[in-house]
């Protein structure tokens, strides 16, 4: 079946510190996979995708590499800031179900 | 564009009473989608509409569990007989979709349910 695995939180930072959240995937065929932000009180965002293997999506200063050799789309960010505190979430799209796998959220917290 | 927007966007019920949650997704938006996020969780697919047809059914959806999207436009999310198992934050999405492939979902903010 289709799942996600994600490095459990909570992630603790420091103001400009670098940023890696893992995220592996399990999946028949080849799925696009997303990035997806939820800020405190709001609802989720799409944060980056990316459609096939070795594409990269980048949004906001975040980056993501579709690794298909290793099933991973890791989040990373060379300098974080206060306010990406919020919960991530790594999910693929099921194209023959017609909607999203996420995996179960990393907790991000930027102290400054 | 004013967003997708739930209502109400928190519950609390005791057991064994009906519940119906509202979603409007964004006017041209043609899929609805529905979701349950518990604590520590990532959301959870339920159902999902392509304009007034319900599409696909996860097995999460319980025959206590209804959705309808009557025109084609808002969606209503019914869950008769609640348990305490149902206490968890619902999240509607919507989306444009021209074909098969991957597509953007917009979320609302959730309606939270707490069943006592």
């Known amino acids: 079946g289709n799942s996600v695995t994600q490095m459990e939180g909570p992630v603790t930072l420091s103001e400009e510190a670098f940023l890696t959240i893992n995220c592996t995937y399990t999946a028949t065929g080849y799925p696009s996979l997303f990035w997806y932000v939820q800020y405190p009180g709001e609802g989720l965002q799409l944060l980056l995708k990316a459609t096939k293997a070795d594409d990269k999506g980048s949004n906001k200063g975040f980056e993501a590499t579709y690794r298909k050799e290793t099933t991973s789309f890791h989040l990373e960010k060379g300098s974080v800031q206060v306010s990406d505190s919020a919960v991530y979430f790594c999910a693929l799209w099921r194209s023959y179900g017609q909607n999203f796998v996420f995996g179960p959220g990393t907790r991000l917290s930027v102290l400054p | 564009d004013t967003g997708v927007s739930q209502n109400p966007r928190h519950k609390i019920t005791k057991r064994g009473q009906n519940v119906t949650f509202r979603c409007d997704p964004i006017s041209e938006h043609n899929r609805l989608y529905w979701y349950r996020q518990t604590l520590g969780q990532g959301p959870e697919f339920l159902t999902y509409?392509?304009?007034?047809?319900?599409?696909?059914k996860s097995r999460l959806l319980s025959d206590r569990f209804s959705a309808e999207r009557p025109k084609g436009s808002f969606s209503t999310l019914e869950i008769q007989r609640t348990e305490q198992g149902d206490s968890a934050m619902y999240l509607c999405a919507s989306s444009l979709s021209r074909g098969p492939h991957e597509e953007t979902q917009y979320f609302g903010p959730g309606t939270r349910l707490l069943v006592l």
């Open positions: 509409f392509q304009n007034e047809a319900q599409l696909e």
